[in-house]
């Protein structure tokens, strides 16, 4: 399997409040992706990195932020988390240029905004 | 804006080939089209990927039609470890925001 690691796996917060997630990643990709996934949405993309300090929204960004400060690590953050925010976020990574692919997927975060 | 169409759900026996269709008749010439399958619970797993040409790798083939209108995912001997939500996508290369789909989903019977 891919060395990617999200954390945590599990959250629930509380209305209001700031939330960050985490990936990590041993794989040195320069492309890391945040996606959100709900029923009848599919997968859904948020935000993605492609270097320390590059990033870009996606087709949902909006009550999302994101910090890639070193090539292993993009952190996603609910500056205050709302009930619409409940999802399972999945980050991925991948090579990036002309065969840039998502390549691998982590096993995903369940958030639980109550 | 589908760009794909695929049917919701198919069934195939363990042992055979399961053929997973994709319409994609908008498709156009710098759009490359993907496979992607997503296990109960799990963050999907990229399968292949093609431009024109067919493809095959260890866990399947893509075969795309002349035209490129369709394509079809090939797993040539289907397990029940491959029941799962297969998901057809086509992006322009250098496109970052990779579209997923509702998907096929493919049970696999024993």
């Known amino acids: 399997d891919a060395g990617i690691t999200q954390s945590p796996r599990h959250k629930v917060t509380e209305t209001g409040t700031p939330v960050t997630l985490r990936c990590h990643q041993t794989?040195?990709?320069?492309?890391m992706y945040w996606y959100r996934q709900d029923p009848g949405h599919g997968l859904r993309l948020i935000h993605y990195?492609?270097?320390?300090?590059?990033?870009d929204k996606g087709e949902v960004s909006d009550g999302y932020s994101v910090s890639r400060s070193k090539t292993e690590d993009f952190l996603l953050t609910l500056e205050s988390a709302t009930s619409s925010q409940t999802s399972v976020y999945f980050c991925?990574?991948?090579?990036?240029?002309?065969?840039?692919?998502?390549?691998?997927f982590g096993q995903g975060t369940r958030l639980t905004v109550v | 804006d589908a760009k794909t169409t695929q049917p919701p759900s198919m069934d195939c026996a363990e042992g055979r080939a399961a053929n997973l269709p994709c319409n994609h008749s908008?498709?156009?010439?710098?759009?490359?089209v993907y496979w992607y399958r997503q296990i109960h619970s799990q963050g999907p797993q990229y399968i292949i990927h093609?431009?024109?040409n067919n493809e095959t790798n260890e866990m399947a083939s893509l075969i795309i039609t002349e035209d490129r209108k369709s394509s079809t995912l090939i797993l040539p001997h289907a397990t029940l470890r491959d029941t799962a939500v297969y998901y057809c996508?086509?992006?322009?290369?250098?496109?970052?925001?990779?579209?997923f789909g509702a998907g096929t989903r493919l049970t696999v019977k024993p």
């Open positions: 991925a990574i991948g090579t990036g240029g002309v065969f840039s692919v998502q390549a691998f």
């Open positions: 794989e040195n990709h320069r492309y």
């Open positions: 990195s492609y270097g320390v300090k590059d990033t």
């Open positions: 908008t498709i156009s010439g710098n759009e490359y």
């Open positions: 093609g431009l024109k």
């Open positions: 996508i086509v992006r322009v290369e250098g496109n970052n925001d990779m579209r």
